[in-house]
């Protein structure tokens, strides 16, 4: 290639305009590591937002105001071992589907000695969590600070879906994705209204194996690494964003009892640092879409864009890549084979002082949400809150 074309192929790429643009909100509003925002069905279109380091605030109506107020605030719990400050914290919160009428809701944060993950319900007094109400429905054991997801959903089904990561550093070094002996590397699916288990939640009579012979009773699905970003669409599809290793990003739609490959496949490929072979019987389901790394580097599920403000994305999977910054609307036709899938906002990047270093990306998604008028909301890892728009 003559060095001139080269180099016009180069600026091309480096210049592409967004066809997106975000725009800051609650900028007054201190949201250091925001990770979801949810807002119940009870009428009052209140938006709770969950801080990884263990507080939930309700956003005030006016997007430019300042006066949040504090629902819970579990930052006096050290949910984070000293080196678990990335991924460890609270990484769930979802609201019980009668909380209008029960006050439910449910949260899904680290604890340290031993490490684990709690599942547990709490009540809402109003504008205020009542902490002393806390009931730990489930406790699973970690081995690592990351690597744990830790997303939790109501489905249409009423039942709470939990995604678990393999909690290997790398590699699944424990082959704990494919293993339905531990609740780890999995969607697991329980239900709060129940207290048949524990004294604390039941199994959905339809799980895969709700015998609890041979395999944990709470698993959904499996073979999944470390899933980030679970939404169910109008249809009841669940799609679920699951964090790549070394080559692929995977989006998946995920159904009872299916097996997405980890650690015997990574993305659509077969994983190379795995060479045995995965049992004859075994199907594995390839993701519906899957991005390599030269594209991102890291995947953060999002939702399917149901508001009225950007018409063309109407019934797009909106989703990102939380290391480059990127934005993505993704179309599907019912089978689940892409129609398309168009980048529509690149982050801007700062360089660092250090030529050496890798400039920083000053948008790095941590979630798609919509807000009460279902407009997109993207959480940033920064610490703030950006609309989508044109
Ligand atoms: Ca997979």
Redesign the pocket.
């Known amino acids: 290639m003559r060095p001139l074309l080269c180099l016009a192929l180069i600026s091309s790429a480096a210049f592409a305009a967004d066809t997106h643009k975000l725009t800051r909100v609650y900028e007054k509003v201190a949201t250091e590591r925001p990770v979801v925002l949810v807002i119940p069905d009870d009428g009052t279109q209140r938006q709770f937002l969950a801080l990884q380091r263990g507080k939930v605030l309700i956003l005030p109506k006016d997007e430019q105001a300042a006066d949040a107020k504090t629902f819970l605030d579990l930052t006096p719990r050290d949910m984070e071992a000293k080196d678990g400050l990335f991924e460890e914290g609270l990484n769930g919160l979802a609201f019980h589907p009668k909380f209008k009428d029960n006050g439910l809701f449910y949260l899904c944060y680290t604890q340290q000695k031993p490490k684990r993950l709690v599942i547990s319900e709490m009540k809402a007094d109003g504008d205020k969590a009542d902490e002393k109400t806390e009931r730990v429905l489930l406790e699973i054991p970690l081995i690592n600070w990351n690597h744990h997801g830790g997303n939790i959903i109501f489905g249409p089904d009423g039942f709470l879906y939990i995604g678990v990561g393999d909690t290997s550093k790398r590699n699944d070094e424990q082959r704990m994705a494919q293993l339905n002996a531990v609740l780890v590397g999995k969607i697991l699916r329980i239900d709060v209204n129940s207290r048949e288990y524990h004294n604390a939640y039941g199994i959905p009579a339809d799980n895969p194996f709700a015998s609890g012979v041979n395999a944990q009773p709470q698993v959904y699905a499996y073979?999944?690494?470390n899933p980030w970003g679970m939404h169910f669409d109008a249809k009841g599809r669940l799609w679920v964003a699951?964090v790549g290793q070394d080559i692929y990003e995977?989006i998946?739609w995920v159904t009872n009892g299916g097996n997405?490959?980890?650690s015997f496949?990574?993305?659509p490929q077969q994983f190379p640092l795995r060479t045995d072979a995965p049992p004859a019987d075994v199907k594995?389901?390839?993701?519906v879409h899957?991005y390599t790394h030269a594209d991102g580097l890291s995947v953060t599920g999002g939702i399917v864009y149901t508001g009225k403000a950007l018409p063309g994305l109407q019934g797009a999977y909106i989703y990102g890549d939380f290391v480059l910054g990127k934005i993505w609307a993704l179309k599907t036709d019912d089978s689940g084979k892409v129609t398309s899938n168009d980048l529509i906002y690149t982050s801007p990047q700062a360089p660092a002082a250090d030529p050496k270093k890798k400039p920083a990306i000053l948008v790095k998604p941590t979630a798609f949400c919509a807000n009460a008028d279902g407009e997109l909301l993207v959480l940033d890892w920064n610490g703030a809150i950006h609309k989508l728009g044109k």
């Open positions: 073979g999944i690494r699951d995977e998946n997405y490959g980890w496949r990574e993305g594995l389901i390839d993701p899957a």
